[in-house]
């Protein structure tokens, strides 16, 4: 006879080897291997594993009898043998054996534990007991070098310690066993009565592997189902908790910079909200402060600046004197000439006579004309050496956080204002041509408005918008430029008519302007999709634009020096430190053509792709 094949090892047995194995994988380093191993070797774990295996086992076989009176069937046997005339020696071994008073006390013993009921009686609940009332609770979470997602607080009267908040997402959480409010009776064996919070939270940085808390539980939970709906808001300022003395947890604290994505999770408390950033690839949360205290942090911070007088107050009166800058109401500037003069290498063009003279298809590619542009640039200039921050979006009250909703435009919409800012000399302009040669049916400029009188050749709404001084000044008072100013003797300036003309004729209208602009279109009409060209690293900086030109004059244009490209990197830095909150997009100007093709896709993808928008734009309120 073969030998019966081995019982299948018990959950016990498997434990053993399975620890055995991960008692090696510690040897070899492997992450998370130790707690792994400290908790399948905890002896609680071992003796829960044998009290399950019994239960299964009774499980399998369950204890119930066969018949629940024996003693009855036997006595019929008895009378049904006696009753035939010549049993068989069968039957009268079996009449005997049934007869014997051993196996009838066996019978009879049978039967009464077969009637009995062995289920438990327990006593009856007492009447007044609350419904979910739950006396102590313990609750067992593994550390696994993540924190453990809660923070505790002392109650100043009773000295007692409580869980003040459990964050979204993080092991507390997930194990949905500890609530805020929950009383804390003991850490890993310890009572915590009577001790400060910092040293709960020692006994608790001491802990490895697995913590065992006891608590009281705080009335009946419904947080969960009293949260309101998930609120999205794109940060427009920059926060870092260790640097706030102020966060009850810096290492639950959750740093951001302006432009981040937020999804808050959590806003019960109305000081600390607690936020993931997008897209996240962490499913913890961590706090944030709220719109209130993050405006208070603010307002503090801004008065606690020493006084500085106002640079553009300055430059202002300076320029008065010098009768450089005449005017800087609005967005407006004057820019002079003698910045750009003094060149060595000079190449001569007559004024106005390149770029901006092409036409494509019959359609105008406005906006590139020489001294608008160099109005810009001079203007850019002016602006930096002079004060950037008397643009609206510093004060110290705007709100730290703007409310976005998704939002993807439909085919019947009107395309979003397609707006590219960048540091003089980045490309902006080159990259923007070579958009709208693409394809000029679909990607057009805003035409630009003058009070230069037209040249021979040229005609209202191509090049230019040739307008008298009093109908340009009357736009300026009735703020219907997005950007504007003088250039030797004259005003330019881009209205937001012009822009409304190329978006309600059905094309994708592509602008470029000074950051502070974006403000004045920012708005659910424009819906505008910003993009940032950005210099490339310094060394690339260099090496591409080589053989490139700028244009500094009406009659110049030299190769880039070493001062070009610094003022460039720094403006860089400028722009995105001050206004990267409303940049959509990045795109690196390092290879022309790449960053073209770039350019190209993004403009497509802000048309058609589901986007992040200010609320705002999607409102019905005006
Ligand atoms: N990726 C690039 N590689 C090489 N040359 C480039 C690149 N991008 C732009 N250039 C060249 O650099 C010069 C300056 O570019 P562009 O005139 O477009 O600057 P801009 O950002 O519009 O500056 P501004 O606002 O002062 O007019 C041009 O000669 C342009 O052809």
């Known amino acids: 006879i073969p030998p019966p094949p081995p019982p299948p090892p018990g959950l016990t047995e498997m ?15 492997i992450s998370g291997s130790e707690v792994l191993y400290s908790l399948l070797s905890a ?18 076989l369950p204890p119930s009898p066969y018949l629940p009176y024996a003693s009855g069937l036997s006595h019929e046997i008895l009378s049904n043998i006696r009753a035939v005339p010549a049993p068989s020696p069968e039957a009268r071994q079996l009449y005997s054996l049934l007869k014997s008073p051993h196996l009838q006390a066996l019978l009879s013993a049978h039967d009464m534990v077969a009637q009995t009921d062995y289920e438990p009686v327990l006593p009856p609940l007492p009447e007044d007991l609350p419904e979910d009332e739950e006396a102590m609770r313990i609750v067992c979470l593994v550390k696994n070098k993540q924190p453990l997602g809660a923070t505790i607080k002392r109650d100043e009267e009773t000295g007692e310690i409580y869980i003040a908040r459990v964050i979204h997402g993080g092991l507390a959480d997930r194990s949905g066993l500890l609530h805020p409010g929950d009383l804390l009776v003991e850490v890993n064996g310890n009572p915590v009565e009577g001790l400060d919070p910092e040293q709960v939270i020692q006994i608790l940085v001491q802990s490895q592997g697995t913590i065992l808390f006891k608590v009281i539980p705080s009335t009946p939970q419904s947080t969960k189902t009293q949260q309101p709906a998930l609120l999205y808001v794109r940060a427009m300022a920059d926060y870092c908790p260790l640097q706030d003395p102020a966060i009850p947890c810096p290492d639950a604290g959750m740093v951001f910079s302006r432009g981040d994505l937020l999804e808050i999770v959590d806003q019960t408390d ?8 997008l897209p996240s690839a962490s499913a913890c949360a961590g706090l944030i402060p709220s719109t209130s205290l993050l405006k208070s942090k603010q307002r503090e911070t801004w008065w606690s600046q020493p006084f500085q007088a106002h640079t553009c107050i300055k430059s202002l009166s300076i320029a008065a004197d010098e009768d450089d800058v005449k005017t800087n109401i609005g967005n407006g500037a004057i820019a002079d000439e003698e910045d750009f003069e003094s060149e060595d290498l000079r190449e001569v063009y007559p004024e106005e006579a390149e770029e901006g003279a092409h036409t494509m298809g019959g359609i105008y590619i406005s906006g590139f004309r020489r001294s608008f542009r160099l ?10 050496q002079s004060c950037y921050s008397c643009s609206p979006n510093t004060s110290a009250l705007s709100s730290p956080y703007e409310e976005v909703v998704s939002y993807q435009r439909r085919p019947d919409d009107p395309h979003r204002l397609i707006i590219l800012v960048g540091p003089s000399g980045v490309g902006v302009n080159e990259l923007r041509k070579r958009l709208i040669k693409l394809n000029p049916h679909t990607f057009q400029g805003a035409v630009p408005h003058t009070t230069r009188p037209a040249r021979d050749g040229e005609g209202t709404g191509k090049e230019y918008n040739f307008v008298t001084k009093e109908l340009f000044d009357y736009m300026v008072c009735n703020h219907r430029f997005l950007e504007y100013g003088e250039y030797k003797g004259h005003l330019y300036g881009t209205s937001i008519d012009a822009v409304k003309d190329v978006i309600d004729s059905g094309r994708m209208c592509v602008i470029d302007t000074e950051p502070h602009s974006i403000l004045s279109v ?13 210099p490339p690293s310094s060394e690339r900086l260099r090496q591409t634009r080589r053989d490139a030109r700028i244009i500094t004059s009406c009659v110049v244009n030299r190769p880039f020096k070493d001062v070009d490209f610094e003022e460039m990197e720094d403006s860089a830095r400028f722009m995105e430190r001050k206004y990267g909150q409303y940049f959509d997009r990045v795109i690196v100007n390092e ?30 309120e005006d």
């Open 15 to 29: 434990l053993s080897s399975v620890a055995e194995e991960v008692r090696l994988a510690i040897h070899s380093d």
């Open 43 to 60: 002896p609680w774990l071992q003796s829960l594993l044998k009290i399950y295996e019994c239960l299964q086992k009774f499980r399998r």
């Open 270 to 277: 109305i000081h600390w909200w607690q936020a993931r950033k």
């Open 522 to 534: 920012r708005n659910k009409k424009f819906k505008p999709y910003v993009i940032f060209i950005k």
């Open 375 to 384: 109005w810009r640039r001079m203007t850019h200039r002016k602006r930096r």
């Open 591 to 620: 290879e022309l053509q790449d960053a073209c093709m770039k350019l190209f896709n993004t403009i497509q993808l802000a048309q058609e792709g589901p986007h992040w928008i200010p609320a705002a734009w999607l409102s019905t």
